[in-house]
């Protein structure tokens, strides 16, 4: 990958270089091909250095981190490097064993948000780490986290020059026109202290306590996710994994919370309805909430996924509990309702509030 080998461009002045405008053009490119697929910029280099493999390479490599500078400094850092990961994940799917040092795979796990990377899930054997049945994610999260970090270290420095230099304000104009952060919609609801009925839950949580309190066994994934949603539409029902601006929301159990006594009180009463399921481990189960939903073993929630994610589970176990009711397919102006599971919880609440204030009035 290209910071590999940014040696290469070590004695270049940046500034210099971003007053190159055929530079502008195929950073407005590159841009293009990250966050709508376009290929022209592969065609440019192609032509520009044809039979010039090497000042090609140099020129890609300038280009990449030239995009990357002025990135970090905008609210589309996270959405880039998304786009990033998923563009390139070939070049690291194409040339990684299906066996790596463990201390390799922790190196990408620890920094990574992605609970498939549990070093306790995967098989290792002498020191060497079978990553076959995640080589996908993790090779994706290879390119993430190595990206995260040097984002983190140019937003660090906080270039006054840079966020002033008019070509780059050109480039961020260019990005905020091309990117446009979509209302991800979704229900919200007031404050709630009351008692919630089973029925207000939405079909795939019910299905899965259902599952549980009956002695079965749900997928990991399933029994993820109905903990999470559990907690949240105890504490609160508005809390969704992105915000209004594309971004993952991190917040831990006490940021939700907000006590300890709170949390200990939820672990307790979800470690009672699983008590039931047929492979329950008081410990590991307690381990697993705790972790799940950002306490003491982890410092942030595992959201609860969006509707289309149960729908298309890629094999999580999720599928199975996702039976829409009328709810569930109710649309607005074209649009789903209820993107979220929560939603459906607050589509309730909101009913039920209603109902109640209309019946005090009449």
């Known amino acids: 990958m290209f910071w590999n080998n940014l040696d290469k461009i070590k004695d270049c002045d940046f500034f210099q270089e971003i007053e190159d405008r055929d530079n502008l053009l195929l950073i407005k490119c590159f841009l293009r091909y990250i966050f709508q697929g376009d290929k022209l910029y592969h065609k440019l280099l192609n032509t520009t250095f044809k039979n010039k493999k090497e000042e090609k390479e140099k020129k890609d490599l300038l280009i990449k981190y030239l995009t990357l500078i002025i990135v970090a400094n905008t609210r589309y850092y996270n959405l880039y490097i998304k786009n990033y990961g998923e563009r390139y994940v ?109 029925e207000w839950h939405p079909p795939c949580i019910r299905g899965i306590l259902e599952d549980i309190l009956s002695g079965g066994s749900p997928s990991h994934y399933a029994r993820r996710s109905f903990v999470v949603y559990w907690f949240c539409a105890k504490f609160n029902p508005n809390l969704r994994p992105l915000n209004r601006d594309g971004e993952l929301v991190n917040v831990s159990a006490l940021d939700i919370a907000k006590s300890e006594e709170a949390v200990e009180n939820f672990l307790e009463e979800t470690l009672r309805i699983f008590g039931n399921v047929e492979d329950f481990n008081p410990e590991k189960t307690r381990y697993y909430i705790s972790h799940n939903i950002g306490y003491r073993v982890a410092d942030h929630l595992t959201h609860c996924e969006y509707c289309k994610n149960w729908r298309e589970d890629g094999g999580k176990g999720l599928s199975y509990y996702c039976n829409p009711d009328e709810i569930c397919r109710m649309r607005k102006n074209g649009r789903p309702v209820v993107i979220h599971p929560l939603d459906y919880l607050c589509y309730n609440i909101n009913r039920h509030v209603k109902n109640y204030k209309k019946r005090e009035k009449d």
């Open 90 to 198: 070939k070049e690291i799917l194409n040339n990684i064993p299906n066996d790596i040092p463990v201390w390799e795979f922790i190196k990408v796990s620890a920094h990574s948000r992605n609970n498939d990377l549990k070093l306790e899930r995967l098989d290792i054997n002498k020191g060497l780490v079978n990553i076959y049945p995640v080589k996908k994610t993790y090779s994706t999260e290879v390119i993430r986290v190595k990206l995260r970090g040097m984002v983190e270290r140019i937003r660090a420095k906080k270039d006054v020059d840079l966020l002033e230099n008019e070509n780059v304000q050109e480039i961020v104009r260019f990005i905020e026109g091309m990117v446009k952060f979509r209302d991800i919609g979704g229900m919200r609801t007031v404050e709630y202290k009351g008692e919630i009925p089973l």
